[in-house]
């Protein structure tokens, strides 16, 4: 497609393991609320019309990148498109977040997905992709992502965010074999999703486990590592029988620092960590061969711009420069001031 050449790789450099000139970070949520613009944009736009159009997707994916010297775009979109291209119904709700109108009650609803052709349905993600990567003139790298099976499937039980997850664990509990069945399906289209954005351009790949808190180490292990292995190999294997190169793939399973060793087994360059873990017990679990990322809680972001200083400083120097991305260990919280990412951005560079 004739991309502009890329003149800041650290990112890439950093998830392959090479060498990089100062520890790149970007962070999750970039694109979005906790920017005047992006709500200025709000008000003319509803979220998923933005998710949508891939005009009105690049130039919000963009409006960070104005603002702060980033390493990574991530381009703006939502997990939930997944199942939406199933044929439910999603509503961005203010003060709420996504809400699921007709959300799966029981299995007997599983017949009424339409898993069928859900990367052709999302392909203005795939459009909007190849259109950053025109509009980024090479600056960055752009990543692409998508939600992770057992998360998907959460949402789509409990009919939004949910504390508990108590719904989505009875599934796994009182119907294991659906609950497999459905985890299997969400698996094999995530894979046709993913070969989609590296097709259109995406530089860098992350898979969103965000719900993995809400399960013990046993379940994770169970309900979670086969799929999320599966989704990397299988993805692998179609890139390589059509000669196209993979590109490196991040795993965010927050809440799962119980299973480190086990994530950095999957095949996966990079591992994202949540604030609970310390870097230097990751680095440990994970050993010398994994890109680590992270992990800054999002609270530490209110701080004052001295205390987000020492924050940053501190973790950068625990985390160390080689094989480490750095970045929050959530997504960046609405009510954040712009002094602390810029603060965040330029510690980091800084650091070493």
């Known amino acids: 497609m004739n991309f502009p050449a890329l003149k800041n790789d650290n990112l ?8 990089v000139d100062r520890v790149p970070v970007w962070v999750m949520r970039q694109a979005g609320r906790y920017l005047p613009e992006f709500m200025e944009f709000r008000k003319e736009h509803e979220f998923f019309e933005i998710c949508r ?24 979109s939502d997990i939930l498109v997944i199942p939406q291209a199933y044929g439910m119904t999603v509503e961005m709700c203010p003060g709420k977040g996504p809400v699921f109108p007709e959300p799966l009650k029981s299995p007997a609803d599983l017949p009424n997905l339409q898993p069928n ?9 795939g459009e909007a992709i190849t259109m950053m990567r025109h509009k980024l003139e090479g600056k960055v790298p752009l990543i692409g992502f998508t939600g992770a099976p057992w998360t998907l499937m959460g949402y789509m039980i409990e009919g939004g965010g949910s504390k508990t997850m108590s719904k989505a664990k009875s599934w796994l509990k009182d119907y294991p074999e659906d609950s497999n069945t459905l985890l299997s399906m969400l698996t094999n289209s995530i894979v046709d999703y993913l070969e989609m ?36 190999d299988k993805l692998h294997e179609r890139l390589e029988a059509q000669s196209i190169a993979p590109v490196p793939m991040t795993l965010f399973a927050k809440g799962a620092g119980h299973s480190l060793a086990e994530q950095s087994k999957l095949g996966y360059e990079v591992i994202g960590v949540d604030w609970t873990v310390d870097p230097l017990e990751a680095r440990k ?5 994994i890109t680590l990322q992270g992990n800054l809680d999002p ?3 209110y701080k004052t711009p001295e205390e987000v200083k020492a924050l940053v400083e501190e973790m950068v120097k ?15 919280t609405p009510l954040t001031p712009i002094e602390s990412m810029k603060v965040l951005v330029e510690t980091v560079h800084k650091a070493f």
């Open 285 to 289: 679990q994970v050993g010398p061969n």
């Open 53 to 76: 159009t891939p005009e009105f997707a690049c130039e919000v994916t963009m409006q960070p990148l104005r603002r702060f010297d980033l390493d990574a775009s991530i381009i703006f």
């Open 197 to 232: 954005q590296v097709k259109a351009g995406a530089q860098l790949l992350q898979v969103f486990e965000s719900s993995a808190e809400h399960l013990s180490k046993e379940e994770f292990l169970e309900h979670c590592v086969p799929y999320l292995k599966d989704i990397r």
């Open 318 to 332: 625990k985390f160390g420069k080689h094989r480490y991305i750095a970045n929050l260990g959530h997504g960046i």
């Open 299 to 301: 609270q530490d972001m």
């Open 12 to 19: 890439l450099r950093a998830a392959r393991g090479e060498d």
């Open 117 to 125: 052709g859900t990367a052709e349905k999302l392909s203005y993600v």
